[in-house]
Nanobody, 123 residues
Framework: QPQVVENGGGTVQPGESLRLTCEVSGLRLDDYAAGWFRRAPGKEPEGIACNPTPHATPRILYSVKGRFTPFVIPAYNTVYLQMRNLQPEDTATYFC????????????????WGQGSQVTVSS
């Protein structure tokens, strides 16, 4: 199981931005499918983004497309999720993890590399 250092969660107002990061150790992200999913209170986990490889076009959930940008910097072995124009419905715990087994953005089981980052959007 790889280890991660997660950063970037917090509480923001609607319209503001956050950047989530997962610095990964124990595997190389150079040729690895890494993604993000979130879990909102009382809801099922939801796959929101997957980078099949660091240089491939990412798959992004329609409801966050244009606001969220996932990317990977192999030199830092870090997965990023840049989130702009956050809305209350984006409030959730966000997790990074492998996405190679996802069917587009759906998985019966989402695997998290860490404990997740809490994002709260509230006015």
């Amino acid at each position: 199981q790889p280890q991660v250092v997660e950063n970037g969660g917090g509480t923001v107002q609607p319209g503001e931005s956050l950047r989530l990061t997962c610095e990964v150790s124990g595997l190389r992200l150079d040729d690895y499918a890494a993604g993000w999913f979130r879990r909102a209170p009382g809801k099922e986990p939801e796959g929101i983004a997957c980078n099949p490889t660091p240089h491939a076009t990412p798959r992004i959930l329609y409801s966050v497309k244009g606001r969220f940008t996932p990317f990977v910097i192999p030199a830092y072995n870090t997965v990023y999720l840049q989130m702009r124009n956050l809305q209350p419905e984006d409030t959730a715990t966000y997790f990074c993890g492998p996405c190679g087994h996802w069917d587009v953005l759906f998985a019966t089981t989402y695997e998290a590399w860490g404990q997740g980052s809490q994002v709260t959007v509230s006015s």
